[in-house]
């Protein structure tokens, strides 16, 4: 119960750097960063201007990190950053950034806002202003083991489900496997076929992997919540796990934020470079493709279409593998508007979708990926990451159109003919 | 004072007091915001051609794809008045030969006339972006104070050296000392305003470059 | 000041002691005076119909009784209005004054010259017009004094019995040379000194004869002074700017710059302002009227203009240095570089400090402190 604005104000002044800096001195007010935030265009409000969201930032950076910011502060021509403050700009912080990152690509001047809102989300929870529903997940996946409170049995029961289903066994605690891989609470309970498709994959491709009791859950609700000593703790088993089973690679699943947390905030975090490398599952099947380890047969003809995960796309620099394992199962695929680099959030990344209170904003923003539907009219929709199928799935619910959504983990494993000898 | 006496004030310790506070504030604010420094970055980087801090600063003169047409406006007058203003700062040929005295550096000019048209043209581009400042309800949301007065210490020398250049409202001599006044008086409140973008603009960019260039993500 | 009026044309060539007596005396004929006064009132820019009730006036006119005070001066302006002398009728303007004081060109010296002009003052207390060449010093009395009269006093003393005063030169009109930097005897102006009487000021190192002669006879027709600028010169001769007016102009507009005196620029009559011209920011009437009876201007003969007729001229920066260069060369550069990087690295100390200090006083945050 130590959360204070003072404390908050003194993360905040460890987090501010030279690019921070840079970016606040570069920022000419020219608005464009609001027209590539969802939440602005959906809502037309300027206070979802991406830069705004920073705004308390910005202030004190001046009143602590230049020497005109000083002397206008000692003499009261700015004002000092206030809790009541903070406590405003938890709604923009949070539950209207999903750190898609769009703002920071098309920023005339260069700044990185989403790299910004990352570290001022530090400040926020430690001031205490961060959302109920993140702090509830975050505390979870510190205690329990997982946002949604999943422990290991409810992880071993999915596993002998897919033994049953495919006649696999599911390797636990394998030591010196070559692959750990990982998963997402929302894969354990709402999308079981990943563990099988993951199982299929890895037999065609002849590879050893495992899973880790100690270490299931990819994501990271520390990263979301803008925590950096609780995001460690969480990303630390997952290292430990990794370390303790000597694999060469550790497998995130398809969550775009838990690629992020593991690939590039993890070694980060922990303080030291990884002995082990990190790759998003599309990543491995493109890697298996290439090596003609990933063999598929028949062709999906229902009109499909993609939707990228910031994550894993803008912010990860994965964007054609997967359009290249589109390539060898789907027939009629098309692209969005916007699709790749440039793609449109689901609008819940980032940890909003964690946020109870901000359910409506997101429905909202929604819109944003409902025009891009409706542009392709698609008969499925396809996509890499759990979160963004669980989002979209209620705005498309929401807005009652019926569009199924598979994985491309799934659907590609779909494709793998089943070995003759196993029959 | 007479004008001849402002002119000579202004050719003379105007502009030593200037350039002098120009330099002293462009190095002291480089040096204020790049020492804070950044954090080596330890994860494993990811190579990719054209996904680095320089590329981004080219990169980013252009709008990204799909951008252009949410903003027509201010890409637009962005363009003009940034080329306009560079063409007019350095390319009339009595600006070529400030710089040829304070540096001892020069290069051709253009006709007058010419300079003269983009000088209406930067100006025009100009009163079209503060419209617009006026009327995009996020940009009139987002400004501040420093954004108008910013404004008005651009403009001011475009207007006052065009009005000059046309005897225009006060004898030209004194226009002229007004003009190079305006413009020390910009060149005085650069490194402490925004401004300064012209110099971290290229900071920015890169950081930006490089952390995502990282990733293997050229942006 | 009243206006005088014209008596009946016809007349005025032979009533004694005006200037249409003088004339004939002269061998003026009417028409040549006619002549005179239709240049005269072209110059002045008034309509030609002013002409003949300018020959009129003039002619009608008692010859006007002038002082002409020189100070701290060179002579070059009395030079030069001697030089408009021959052979045009110009010369003859002096016929239409009486010039009762001017210790260059009188004949009498020592104490009947200062005796002359104390007469003058007397018999025409309130009616003459005082013509001033040279600056006034202000430093010490004794930098300048003319029978033992500072010309302070001088000043002070001729000025209060004046219809008008004429400043002629740049001297007396601003100080002039004598005022450069650092300006030794404290030189000043007749502006600086005398505040209650009209004030004319014709500058130029030295002024242009005709403007001098133009002013005068504008003063004889309308017993007013002309209109003045701000800077109380005649707008008729210096409402322009020479670089407005010059035959050069063109190349300035193309971006044509002779860039030394004997580069082909040069020769080929290229723009000067590289050199140093002065004309963008010098008021004056050379480019259109020019000198030695239309002969020629110092731009025509291949120099730029100095920019002689304005104030504090010979300060500016210096006449070969284009106006558009640093008027005194940047000697703060590297002064300034090693303050702004001391700044820098100060501030940046300080931040590093508290930076570290902030790090430093970080406490691990655990479940519990995600609660306010």
Redesign the interface.
Known sequence: ????LE?GV??L??M????????F????????C???CLF?TET?N??Y?P??KLEPMRRLYEQ?????GRLAKMVGLSKPVTDAELGEWQELVYNSCTLCGRC?????????IA?MVRKMREGM????H?PDGL?GA??RT??IGSPMGIKLPAVKAQMKHVEADYGMTIPLDMEGAEYLVMLSSMEIINFPEYLGAIAKIMRQAGKTWTLCSEAFEATNAGMQ?G?S??ARVIVKRIVDGAEKLKVKTVISPECGHAYTAL??????LV????SF??QHIVEVLEEFRLAGLLKTEGMETDRLTFHDPCQLA????VIEPQRNLLKMVAKDFHEM??AG??NWCCGGGGGASAIEEGEELRLEAFKRKKSQLDAVKPKRLVTACANCRIVMEEGLEHYQMNLPIVGLTEMIAEHIPDPVDSK | MDHLQLLTWARGPGLDLSLGVLVLGVIWRLIEIYGLGRKQDLSAPRDVAGASGWNTIIRRSVPPPGMFKTSPVSYMGGYIFHIGLAIVVFLFAPHIKLVQGVLGLAWPGLPSQMVDFVTVVTMAAMIVVLFDRINKPVKRYLSTFGDWFTWALTFIPLLSGWMAVHHLLVPYTLMLAIHILSVELLLICLPFTKLFHAFTVFGSRWYNGAINGHKGVPV | MKSRHPQQPGTEFSVPGTVGEGLARHGVSRRAFLKFCTVMTSMLALPPSMAPAMAAAIAATRRQSVIWLSFQECTGCTEAITRSHSPTLENLIFDLISLDYHHTLQAASGEAAEHAREQAMKDNAGKYLLIVDGSIPMANPGYSTIAGISNYDMLVDSAKGAAAIVAVGTCATYGGLPKANPNPTGAVSVADIIKDKPIINIPGCPPIPVVMTGVLAHFLTFGTIPELDGLGRPKVFYGETIHDRCYRRPFYDQGKFAKTFDDEAARRGWCLFELGCKGPVTYNACATTKWNDGTSFPIQSGHGCIGCSEPNFWDAGGFYKALSMPANPLKVGAGVAAAGAAAGVVVTFLNRGKKGAAKAAHETTTLNDLEQ
């Not at chain 1, 501010?16 to 840079?22: E, F, G, T």
């Not at chain 1, 602590?64 to 005109?68: G, K, P, Q, W």
């Not at chain 1, 303080?271 to 990884?274: A, D, E, M, V």
């Not at chain 1, 803008?314 to 620099?317: F, K």
């Open positions: 119960m130590s959360a204070s404390k003194r993360v002044k460890e501010i750097d030279a690019p921070i800096a840079s970016y001195n570069s920022c000419v007010h020219c608005g464009i609001a027209e590539a602005y037309g300027p206070k201007t830069i705004h602590e990190y230049t020497f005109l920071s690509a098309v920023c005339p001047v260069g700044n990185d790299y929870s430690a001031s205490g961060s702090k975050v505390t510190v205690n919540i925590n000593d609780l690939r590039w905030e993890g070694a980060n303080g030291k470079p990884f490398k990190v803008r912010r990860g620099g508007p916007d680099f440039m």
